[in-house]
């Protein structure tokens, strides 16, 4: 792993990661859990008002995967 | 092959097996096929279908002399969250995390091979590759089944 100098090259390091440890084997839960990170950063630090702003952040495609997650979740949290 | 059911984990030793397993790895090469007796795991529930799909870009990437496409899994050791997730992706184990297990005879009974794919980070990694099945809907269903539930973190 490359050392992590700019914000970019972090944010470059999590699209393409794999898994911390084997570059072959793909840790679905493993960026879940850095996703879940990411949404607990900016449920403690964001103010309303940035929150506001995150659709001008997001592509058309991404916002299309967040409603198809926030859909799996709200059935996953539906009685029966 | 078996029913969707959860086992209990095997009590003994992680040192034991380690030793016992890096015995059996050491007298395997990498790309030849594993015994029927050897257990692998996957992370993820063995009722998933969906699972054993091909990752572009992961599944199909050459490891070593294994350049078959198939899907990645290690091969056993205690059965264990606590081992078998750091081994695998160098992580202690989350609420949310599933370990699933086969026998390499059952995943063969499935229409698949089972090839030692070691990494210089993970030595137990093995491929899941199609032999008399591909990995289509109907291949997907029969290796599903070939796995049982070993352990859910909570």
Sequence with gaps: MKP???????????????????????DAGGMVLLFAACLDNMRLRML?????????????????????????????QSPG | M????????????AARQRE??????????????LPDQLEI???????????????????????GLVTTPGKSAA?????????E??????????????????????????GFDVLFAPTPHNPFHVRIVAKTHTFDAAGREALALAFDRIVRQR
């Design chain 1, 4 to 26: 992590l100098k700019t914000f970019e090259d972090l944010e470059a390091m999590l699209r393409q990661w794999v898994s911390f440890a084997d570059p072959h084997l793909y």
């Design chain 1, 48 to 76: 309303e008002a940035e929150l506001e702003d995150i659709d001008s952040y997001l592509t058309d495609e991404q916002k299309e995967f967040l409603l198809k997650l926030a859909a799996i979740v709200q059935r996953a």
């Design chain 2, 2 to 13: 078996r029913e969707d059911t959860t086992r209990e984990p095997v009590r003994s030793t």
């Design chain 2, 20 to 33: 016992a397993l890096e015995s059996v790895c050491a007298g395997l090469r990498p790309g030849e096929p």
């Design chain 2, 41 to 63: 795991v996957v992370v993820g529930s063995n009722n998933h279908p969906g699972n054993f799909v091909l990752r572009s870009g992961i599944d199909d990437a050459p490891i």
């Design chain 2, 75 to 83: 091969i056993a050791t205690d059965l264990t969250l606590e081992t």
């Design chain 2, 85 to 110: 997730i750091p081994k695998m992706f160098g992580r202690l184990p989350r609420g949310g995390d599933t370990l699933s297990g086969a026998f390499v005879e059952d995943i063969r009974a499935a």
